[in-house]
């Protein structure tokens, strides 16, 4: 079962964070690997054909880490407002994909427009 986390991002601003995942006994998941790939999308809704990207690379892939990334390029451009976002591994290798983390991203309204 995916993680929930809860994502705040301040609109026209850069967002970062890293994200630390398990395995269900508490050990550090191996992401190390070069078949892994990392994507992730957020949406209104599950059925909203708009999708954003958050950018992912792994951190240290032993330890489970990886960095999910929106610049603030991307995210001055997105309406303020809460969407739904997942983040799934797939394994390019054995054909599989498996969702690790899922929640709500807040998009913060920016207020001060910097020229």
């Known amino acids: 079962m995916a993680m929930t986390a809860y994502l705040d991002v301040d609109q026209g601003s850069d ?53 999910l990334k929106l610049p603030g390029v991307t995210s001055s451009t997105i309406k303020p407002g809460r969407y739904l976002y997942d983040v799934e591994l797939f394994d390019s290798q054995a054909n599989t994909k498996n969702r690790v983390v899922e929640g709500i991203v807040t998009i913060n309204a920016e207020i001060t427009k910097i020229p």
């Open 15 to 67: 967002f970062s964070v890293i994200i630390d995942l398990q395995n269900d006994d508490g050990t550090p998941m191996n992401i190390g690997s070069a078949t892994l790939q990392i994507y992730s999308q957020f949406r209104k809704s599950y059925n909203s054909s708009t999708a954003y990207q958050f950018t992912c690379e792994v951190v240290d892939g032993l330890a489970g880490s990886f960095k």
